[in-house]
């Protein structure tokens, strides 16, 4: 599956940004989808992820995010997205779309080292 991650760019503190993910492919509803991030200087992390179609209510974050940040699918559209709200400085980095063939969106999270297939990154920088 090809991945291309789009609608970075800037924005200031306590305002929102939406990211999409596209996938090519016939099988994106087999796919547990999700969203890593890598600021500079530091490692890539995990952000969120969602499970396959069928548990798409199944849904993960990192502590960082929670309550601020939303991912769901839409499996028509072969489309994952990330509504980021209440955006503070720190989040500033490069976001990255993911999928795996396997697990759980938990899964994701938890093993970061085991992603399937990444997509290109797209620039997310909150300003002060």
């Known amino acids: 599956v090809q991945l291309q991650a789009s609608g970075g760019g800037l924005v200031q503190a306590g305002g929102s940004l939406r990211l999409s993910c596209a996938a090519s492919?016939?099988?994106?509803?087999?796919?547990?989808m999700g969203w890593f991030r890598q600021a500079p200087g530091k490692e890539r992390e995990f952000v969120a992820a969602?499970?396959?179609?069928?548990?798409?209510?199944?849904?993960y974050y990192a502590d960082s995010v929670k309550g601020r940040f939303t991912i769901s699918r839409d499996n028509a559209k072969n489309t994952v997205y990330l509504q980021m709200n209440s955006l503070k400085p720190e989040d500033t980095a490069v976001y990255y779309c993911?999928?795996?063939?396997?697990?759980?969106?938990?899964?994701?999270?938890?093993?970061?080292?085991?992603?399937?297939?990444w997509g290109k990154g797209t620039l997310v920088t909150v300003s002060s």
């Open positions: 993911a999928a795996n063939n396997f697990g759980t969106s938990q899964a994701m999270g938890v093993m970061p080292n085991r992603v399937d297939y």
């Open positions: 492919g016939r099988t994106f509803s087999t796919y547990v």
């Open positions: 969602v499970s396959r179609s069928r548990d798409s209510r199944d849904t």
